[in-house]
């Protein structure tokens, strides 16, 4: 876990989502971090110091004064300084460079460790220049931000402005502790299923879950990059990929083609996880194909309850974009295989002149699975053997092997 064992200082200010932080301390416990808590005078009328003090956990209340040195000693202690939830008033404090609170006073002593800033307030708090003006200069300062979530606020107010999904936020303070190998780079990634209809409502596809490729999307971010996703079929996985994403939702082979071809020329590293149909319908019906009345596609319905359809063969994607491959640019491709899994994987690479492929074997049950296997082989004829594993511990690995291997 990369916040085993991190010192992470969680300051408290004065938002009605206070509460929330509680779930925030014990999933930072959860992934092995130690923490000390800083609620402030206004947080406190919100939430009670005792119900951290409960689990064991020294907590400084926001008297700046009381201890002369313990600022000092906070910001020693810290390797991350989360301020959840950070208010209007303690960003714009911050941004001004007032240190008159222990959480104002800590943060001022520690300039080189990293701060992350998860703003919830009302949207149009949240909306105000120069709030955002402010965000954006501590950016510059060693500060990071999660964006709030879009809701319905405490007054009734609608917008931007609610705490997010803890889960945001300990991405975000993970990604703290990553080496930032593709900094600077453009990444596309592929992930989930094409369907190919038959009629409105029958379609042919697979068993992609889109795990893999959602696990290699959030582990570029946390490396540097900057993301788009195109997501194939994949809605009941959308809470699971980071909100700094660009996502393209398409459905079929056509609607993927159109948008892979746009935006690789636009990115430095495609991750191609998506499984793509081989083949689909030669003709498409219009209507729903009922058992009588109407004719299908192909012949129609036949004696016996048999339908008859023609597939055509689709183009190879890896092949469309080898064609249109730049200098520099990397493409990473995957494979399932039943049998002779190295020996196909070799060929599949030379055949679509890619400078990766993983390739799992199927007979594995890693289809639809949380966890993966398999080989991965470079364009220099390098394997590397991966054992079975979470899929998103494992996109990590992959992500890591990128210019090395």
């Known amino acids: 876990m990369s916040l085993q064992n991190k010192n992470i200082l969680l300051c408290i200010t004065g938002s009605i989502s206070c509460y929330k932080s509680v779930d925030l301390y014990r999933k930072l416990k959860k992934k092995g971090a130690n923490v000390k808590i800083i609620v402030s005078a206004s947080a406190a009328k919100f939430i009670s110091p005792y119900i951290f003090e409960s689990f064991g956990e020294q907590v400084f209340e926001d008297d700046a004064f009381k201890s002369p040195l313990s600022h000092i000693d906070l910001s020693k202690f810290a390797d991350i300084i989360l301020i959840a939830p950070a208010t209007y008033n303690t960003i714009n404090k911050l941004a001004a460079g007032i240190a008159d609170t222990l959480i104002t006073l800590t943060v001022a002593a520690a300039p080189d460790k990293p701060k992350i800033l998860v703003p919830a307030m009302n ?97 570029a971010v946390q490396a540097g990059a900057e993301v788009t996703l195109i997501a ?25 083609k159109e ?35 109407n004719t299908a596609p192909a012949g129609g319905a036949g004696e016996g309850g048999t339908l008859q359809v ?17 200098d520099g640019q990397i493409v990473f491709g995957f494979a399932a295989e039943t049998d002779s899994v190295i020996e196909n994987g070799r060929k599949k690479l030379a055949e679509k002149s890619l400078d990766y492929i993983f390739i799992n074997d199927v007979s594995k049950d890693v289809i639809g699975s949380n966890e993966n296997e398999g080989f991965l082989i470079n364009k220099t004829g390098e394997i590397k053997r991966f054992e079975r594993e979470p899929k998103n511990e494992l996109a990590e690995k992959l992500i890591s092997e990128l210019y090395v291997m």
């Open 232 to 256: 194939l079929n994949i809605d009941d996985r959308i809470k699971y990929i980071n909100r700094s994403i660009k996502i393209i939702n398409r459905t079929d082979f056509s609607g993927l």
């Open 123 to 219: 949207p149009n708090m949240y909306a105000n220049k120069i709030l955002k003006e402010n965000l954006k200069r501590l950016c510059a300062f060693n500060f990071s931000a999660v964006s709030p979530e879009t809701g319905s606020s405490a007054c009734g107010d609608f917008g931007e402005g609610k705490f997010p999904e803890t889960d945001d936020i300990i991405f975000c303070a993970e990604s703290v502790f990553k080496q930032k190998t593709l900094k600077g780079k453009k990444v596309l990634v592929t992930a989930g299923a094409t369907r190919e209809y038959l009629d409105p409502v029958r379609f042919m596809s697979n068993g992609s879950s889109g795990k893999m490729g959602i696990g290699i999307a959030n582990a």
């Open 259 to 293: 948008a892979l071809l746009d935006e690789f020329k636009k990115s430095d590293i495609l991750f191609m996880a998506a499984a793509v149909s081989d083949y689909g319908f030669k003709e498409k019906s219009p209507v729903k194909i009922k058992k009588s009345g």
């Open 310 to 326: 023609e597939l055509i063969k689709n183009e190879d994607l890896l092949n469309a974009v080898s064609k249109i491959k730049k």
